[in-house]
Structure formats: C-alpha cells, structure tokens
Antibody, heavy 119, light 114 residues
Framework: EVQLVESGGGLVRPGGSLRLSCAAS????????MTWVRQAPGKGLEWVSV???????YYADSVKGRFTISRDISKNTLYLQMNSLRAEDTAVYHC?????????????WGQGTLVTVSS | DIVMTQSPDSLAVSLGERATIYCKSS????????????LAWYQQKPGQPPKLLIY???TRESGVPDRFRGSGSGTDFTLTISSLQAEDVAVYYC??????????FGQGTKLEIK
C-alpha cells in the first residue's frame, strides 16, 4: 500500500528555517517524480516544488532561492528545506507522488504538516 | 503561467440531483500529439488531503464511483456528479499539468447539500 507521511512542521519566526520530511512506503521515491503542494489556512492549493526521478528540481517563483527539495534514497524519504521563511509561507505542506512521471497529475498525497511563520 | 478558473465558487445541490462544476484554463492544455488533455480533478474533504478523482480530463481514478464524470477539451472542462450523495460534500479543484511548470490549480468549488 502506498503511503506518504509528512513531518517537521511547526512554529517558526520570520527569517527562520525548517526542514520537512515525507516518508514514503509502498513505492520507491527515487523512481518517481515527487512534489510538494501547500495550502494556506482556508485557501486553495499551491504547487511549491518538484523533483524528477533523474534528480532535476524546479520551484514556484514564490519560493525559488529559499526552498530546496531533495530526497534520501536509503531512507526512501523526500525533503523540503525551507529558509528565510515569511508569514506568507504559513500553510499545510503536502507531499505527493506524480502518477505518470513527467507532466503529471498527483495520485497519492500525504496528510500534510502545518508550518506557521509568526513572531 | 496557465491560470485555472473554476465556477461557481460554491454550489448547493439537493441529494440525488446533478452537480456540475466548470473549469477554464487560460490556454489550451490539450497535447495534440497524444490527444490528451492534461487536466485533473481532486476532491478535498475537511481535514483531509486532496484525493485524485479524474485525470487526462476524463479518466476516472480506480475506486472512484462512476457518478463522477469528467469531460471537456482544450480550455473548457466539466466535472459532473450525476446523483449527489451526502459523502460528496467537499471542495473540488481542477489542476493543469501541461507543458511548462508551474502546475496550477483552480481556486476550488465548495459543494454543499441544499
């Protein structure tokens, strides 16, 4: 059974850093395209970042230069390193798997982890 | 960026009646070489992550009831729930995954029981 479990969220001050983790089971992270999608409280879905199976990474303009997506093959885990956090980064962060590789819908989602940026 | 616009923002439908949600993209998401529309629909219930319902505009994900139907092509798409059930109360999102990043979502449509 495919499962994605995020962790690492919490309260952080503006300008601070957090690293989110997404532990996967039932499939191999490095063989798939994996993404992060966030949802601000009471708002819609916003794509944040993707890592391709080959290792290429891409980011939304709103987080480019501040966030870094990566993966650990041995732990079958996806990460999102978030630096220089801003109040507008407050959201639930979901990891998700791309269902058909390049340019894909997302077929499995984690429950999400809440990041709150506030002083 | 491709902008996705859903209508209406909210919708109230009686149990057993049809619910229709529209999604319009600012440019075509039809891949002519594959004859596939890069358009997905998701359902999100409170406190839960989004759940994939439909991909390639009209392919139902495994396990999704057949009362959910996706249609449309190019820039105009529709999600139809043929006979609304109580468990269908949720927010519905469309998403494009066409040729260039970023992936973008519609703003969401909140579906309630009348």
């Amino acid at each position: 059974e495919v499962q994605l479990v995020e962790s690492g969220g919490g309260l952080v001050r503006p300008g601070g850093s957090l690293r989110l983790s997404c532990a996967a089971s039932g499939f191999t992270v490095s063989n798939n395209y994996m993404t992060w999608v966030r949802q601000a409280p009471g708002k819609g879905l916003e794509w944040v970042s993707v890592i391709y199976s080959g290792g290429s990474t891409y980011y939304a303009d709103s987080v480019k230069g501040r966030f870094t997506i990566s993966r650990d093959i041995s732990k079958n885990t996806l990460y999102l390193q978030m630096n220089s956090l801003r109040a507008e980064d407050t959201a639930v962060y979901h990891c998700a798997r791309a269902g058909s590789g390049y340019l894909s819908y997302f077929d499995y989602w984690g429950q999400g982890t809440l990041v709150t940026v506030s002083s | 960026d491709i902008v996705m616009t859903q209508s209406p923002d909210s919708l109230a439908v009686s149990l057993g009646e049809r619910a229709t949600i529209y999604c319009k993209s600012s440019q075509s998401v039809l891949n002519s070489s594959k004859n596939k529309n890069h358009l997905a629909w998701y359902q999100q219930k409170p406190g839960q992550p989004p759940k994939l319902l439909i991909y390639w505009a009209s392919t139902r994900e495994s396990g999704v009831p057949d009362r959910f139907r996706g249609s449309g092509s190019g820039t105009d798409f529709t999600l139809t729930i043929s006979s609304l059930q109580a468990e269908d109360v949720a927010v519905y999102y469309c998403q494009q995954y066409y040729s260039t990043l970023p992936y973008t979502f519609g703003q969401g449509t909140k579906l309630e029981i009348k």
